[in-house]
């Protein structure tokens, strides 16, 4: 079917594109959503639940931060820190490489993130960080991210010489 364009229209054209993006997309777009219910709003709810900011100014704020809080805004913070590198990577090897592979690719990496988020705000009162086995999550959702940016990087350069 043609692909409708918002505003009105049709542009038949650009169907193969948004086919061969469309299901990376719909990963990428079920992450940021994520992010946004549950990393960005788990801070709120912690802060919230242990009183952080009720009734304080800048200067009143305690120098150390309840554990939970400082757990949550670890993993809001540590999400936001790759985003970049899967955005890019993820929509790349849609585009460069092949959308059904990105798409696969880019779901496994959200996955792994999601429990690395449940994992690590869930640690509180663990005596040591490293006693939770976030390398275990960490580590495979680098392979993936960094295979998609890498498959994407030789297609860059194949393409520069095949003409």
């Keep these: 079917p043609p692909v409708v364009v918002v505003g009105g229209g049709t542009r038949p054209e650009i169907a193969p594109f948004l086919e061969r993006i469309a ?11 994520s992010y946004s219910v549950w990393d960005v709003m788990a801070v709120g709810l912690a ?23 400082y757990l949550a805004q670890r993993v809001q913070t540590n999400q936001l820190e790759q985003m970049p590198v899967f955005l890019v990577g993820s929509l790349s090897c849609a585009l460069f490489v092949n959308g059904t592979l990105a798409a696969i690719m880019s779901l496994i990496w959200v996955i792994l993130r999601r429990r690395y988020a449940s994992v690590y705000r ?8 490293s006693d939770i086995g976030l390398s275990k999550l960490t580590i495979p959702a680098y392979f993936m991210v960094n295979g998609m940016v890498m498959a994407t990087a030789v297609h860059a350069v194949r393409s520069l010489f095949a003409y």
């Design 23 to 33: 299901p990376t997309l719909i990963v990428v777009c079920a992450f940021l959503v």
């Design 47 to 69: 802060k919230q639940k242990h009183k952080y900011y009720e009734g304080k100014s800048y200067k009143d704020l305690p120098l150390k931060v309840p554990e939970e809080v």
């Design 122 to 129: 869930g640690a509180v009162g663990v005596a040591s960080l």
